[in-house]
């Protein structure tokens, strides 16, 4: 089914002038190779399409035996669509001397749709093919099909050069070409010659916007699906009614809490006695307790023990579930995904209608933009987010216990970026993917987005009116993006940047074999 319905998607263009196409194709070469065939379908007035079409669109699936079926379909998986025009050829020279001799149109009829049902010897097939049409190559039906498209083409009205292939559908990808915006000489001198193509060339260039940016959620969702079971009901349609943005606010404080908390194994570690826990690299580990700050135990496949607190690292399940399909360090799919498809789709957004700067004339980077709004959201309630925080870090407080807003998030993000990258002088750019991954892995992406877009004050000093974010648009891109939040990601916002100079596995080797003295000499208090 599978194979068919590929075929189908790459023969059937617009109003299914690719099979109609094909068709007249198979009737100029059944004209070549055949001339007995074809003066008895020209005398009887029989239409040669209505048989063979429905050949090709199955591509023999339901007319030949399953045997020779097979056969048929490797020989097209290796050599393309003229395999179908090959053994329609065979098979009708095959018959040719019995349609040659019978004289009813309705009789002629009923055997060439019989053809393919009475074919049994695939290797008498596949001389007949040989030896009839073993001169036909790839570039004669190509340039037979173009020839037809563009007749038919021309039929419904459509100016065609068959010498172009740009000109014929279904060739390759073809983009609007948008003419570049002015530069900034060009408006100081032509400032009030605005004519319809530009308004136009707007429109077309945010439609393209949102669907590069639709595109890349879609594969990240495919990819969630394809990996993950759990997800194949996941609907990756957006949800653009009003009541659903009344619904984000409460479905991201009613976080689900687990009542174990999880780590994902760092290191291999094997078992030795029998209050070990032996795990091995990325597997996902129950913790049981964590009173020991060398040692804890864990529970994983039904077995329970202790194992070194330092081969593991714990998952971030606040909201969420751990998937592998999520996490960078198992997948690499997911990275490109991510940082090579969505973050470029997300930043062309947030850069669409920026103001230009007044020395270079070149827009600005989101990035600014984003430290500005985040610190104006939380500078009205800063004294108790910042006291929280230190508190926190101070008295060593389970983080994880209590629940942040997006805009308090948002700007501890920004902050943990700008620490952790500005040590390695990384670009605006690391630094926006890297906030990307933040927000997907706490699952408010989308939220960022209409928190950036409250601060109205900011966003107006640093956007045109004609940009999404000071549009109604940005509501629409904040649905797209909320499809993201259903799923978990693990995504590590250090990926890019360089390793620590002068790394050294030696420390966490030293700390472990401490522990490891600690358990044998005081194993009682485990």
Avoid at 363 to 389: G, K, N, T
Wanted: hydrophobic letters at 40%; proline letters at 4%; a negative charge.
């Amino acid at each position: 089914m599978s194979i068919t319905a590929f075929h189908c998607i790459m023969l059937i263009p617009t109003l299914q002038s690719g099979v109609q196409a094909d068709q007249r194709v198979l009737a100029a070469l059944v004209c070549t190779y055949l001339p007995g065939v074809d003066s008895v379908v020209r005398e009887h007035d029989i239409e040669l399409s209505l048989i063979t079409l429905h050949w090709f669109v199955t591509v023999f699936a339901s007319v030949l035996h399953m045997k020779i079926l097979l056969r048929v379909w490797d020989m097209f998986f290796l050599d393309g669509s003229i395999v179908l025009f090959q053994v329609t050829l065979a098979m009708l020279k095959i018959k040719e001397a019995e349609l040659r001799s019978l004289e009813n149109s309705a009789q002629i009829f009923n055997a060439l749709s019989d053809i393919p049902g009475e074919i049994d010897d695939v290797t008498c097939l596949f001389k007949v093919m040989e030896s009839v049409c073993g001169s036909l190559t790839d570039v004669m039906v190509e340039t037979h099909r173009r020839r037809h498209l563009a007749y038919l083409m021309a039929d419904h009205g459509a100016l065609i050069n068959p010498d172009h292939s740009t000109n014929l559908p279904k060739q390759q990808l073809n983009r609007r070409q948008v003419n570049k915006s002015k530069s900034v000489l060009e408006v100081l001198l032509f400032k009030g010659d605005q004519n319809a193509d530009d308004i136009r060339n707007k429109n077309i260039r945010q439609t393209e916007l949102l669907v590069d940016l639709r595109e890349a959620i879609l594969q990240v969702g495919r990819h969630f699906q394809g990996v993950e079971p759990n997800y194949t009901s996941t609907t990756l349609t957006p949800d653009y009614s009003i009541e659903s943005h009344s619904r984000d606010i409460p479905t991201f404080l009613a976080t689900a809490r687990s009542r174990h908390r999880r780590a994902k194994a760092l290191l291999d570690f094997e078992r030795h006695d029998d209050d070990e826990l032996g795990f091995r690299k990325n597997d996902i580990i129950t913790i049981i307790s964590q009173r020991d700050e060398h040692c804890w135990i864990g529970e994983l496949n039904g077995l329970r023990g202790w194992f070194p607190a330092k081969f593991v690292e714990v998952l971030d399940e606040r909201s969420k579930e751990y998937s592998r399909a999520g996490d960078d360090a198992i997948s690499a799919t997911v990275t490109d995904l991510v940082r090579g498809t969505l973050c470029p789709a997300v930043k062309a957004i947030l850069q669409h209608g920026m103001r230009s700067t007044s020395l270079l004339g070149g827009p600005c980077h989101p990035w600014l933009f984003i430290e500005e709004s985040a610190a104006r959201e939380v500078e009205r309630d800063f004294s108790s987010v910042y006291s929280r925080l230190v508190l926190c870090r101070t008295f060593r407080l389970d983080e994880d216990g209590k629940v942040l807003t997006p805009e308090e998030l948002l700007y501890r993000c920004v902050q943990a970026v700008n620490m952790s990258h500005d040590a390695v002088h990384a670009q605006m750019d690391v630094k926006l993917r890297s906030l990307i991954c933040l927000g997907l892995n706490e699952q408010v992406l989308h939220l960022w987005l209409e928190v950036l877009c409250s601060s109205v004050e900011v966003v107006e000093r640093w956007y045109l009116p004609s940009s999404f974010l000071r549009s109604p648009g940005w509501v629409q891109i904040k649905c797209e993006l909320r499809v993201l939040a259903q799923f978990p990601f693990t995504l590590n916002p250090d990926w890019e940047l360089p390793p620590p100079p002068n790394q050294d596995q030696r420390p966490l080797r030293e700390g472990v074999r401490d522990m490891l003295v600690k358990h044998h000499l005081f194993s009682w208090d485990l």
